[in-house]
């Protein structure tokens, strides 16, 4: 079984900087892929940000030069470092990862980008 536990959300004006983190429990952490993705009201769960066990990334469109996701394996977790943010980029923010069939999800954390 694996836990994700996220925080750092907040409230934050635009062009300001958050970082998410996501606490993984479970040994397989360092072995996994793990996701960022995040959900806007009315709009469907996207994917943000996607790291690999060996630390490729890769990003969506309206992200890439502005996030910066990444991992420390030693300590379980990982990240999503938020600069110069946006209105539209307010949603829940969800860590994920899979394991076989298994699909672990976390509690998700609240960004809001308003002045």
């Known amino acids: 079984q694996v836990q994700l536990v996220e925080s750092g959300g907040g409230l934050v004006q635009p062009g300001g900087s958050l970082r998410l983190s996501c606490a993984a429990s479970?040994?397989?952490?360092?072995?996994?892929?793990m996701y960022w993705y995040r959900q806007a009201p009315g709009k469907e769960r996207e994917l943000v940000a996607v790291?690999?066990?060996?630390?490729?990334?890769n990003y969506v469109d309206s992200v890439k030069g502005r996030f910066t996701i990444s991992r420390d394996n030693a300590k379980n977790t990982v990240y999503l470092q938020m600069n110069s943010l946006k209105p539209e980029d307010t949603a829940v923010y969800y860590c994920?990862?899979?394991?076989?069939?298994?699909?672990?999800w976390g509690q998700g954390t609240q960004v809001t980008v308003s002045s």
């Open positions: 479970g040994s397989i952490f360092s072995i996994n892929t």
């Open positions: 790291i690999s066990a060996s630390g490729s990334t």
């Open positions: 994920y990862t899979d394991f076989g069939p298994f699909h672990f």
